[in-house]
């Protein structure tokens, strides 16, 4: 079980959008009786990494964290076991390392906020100029 993630162009100006997607592996979206969690977090060096966003394969289920609800969207392609993240409005203050990750169970709170994914995809950094 795995998870890689990819950038749709790295470098944006502020108030300019940006979609990051994440394929997975071994993790079978079209199982409509089995939930995997796929989240997307961000890390700037020195500092926390935070928790975005996150959604159930299975029934849908998403999860926002405040800070990026109105501007981040998360949806899922269950055929290709793939996520994306479509950032739109972005700020300098959103530049940053993104992972994509994966557990095998529900999208929930918990799951973005304590940091409990399994599985890890490598990082890709999104950079916003002013």
């Known amino acids: 079980l795995r998870c890689s993630c990819s950038v749709w162009g790295g470098l944006v100006q502020a108030g300019g959008s940006l979609r990051l997607s994440c394929a997975t592996s071994?993790?079978?979206?079209?199982?409509?009786?089995?939930?995997?969690?796929i989240g997307w977090f961000r890390q700037v060096p020195g500092k926390a990494r935070e928790g975005l966003l996150c959604?159930?394969?299975?029934?849908?289920?998403?999860y926002y964290e405040d800070s990026v609800e109105g501007r981040f969207t998360i949806s899922r392609d269950n055929a290709k076991n793939t996520v994306y993240l479509q950032m739109n409005n972005l700020k300098p203050e959103d530049t940053a390392v993104y992972y994509c990750?994966?557990?095998?169970?529900?999208?929930?709170?918990?799951?973005?906020?304590?940091?409990?994914?399994?599985?890890w995809g490598k990082g890709t950094l999104v950079t916003v100029s002013s």
């Open positions: 990750a994966a557990d095998d169970s529900k999208c929930w709170r918990g799951l973005i906020r304590g940091n409990y994914m399994d599985f």
């Open positions: 071994g993790f079978s979206f079209d199982d409509d009786d089995h939930d995997y969690a």
């Open positions: 959604i159930s394969s299975a029934d849908g289920f998403t």
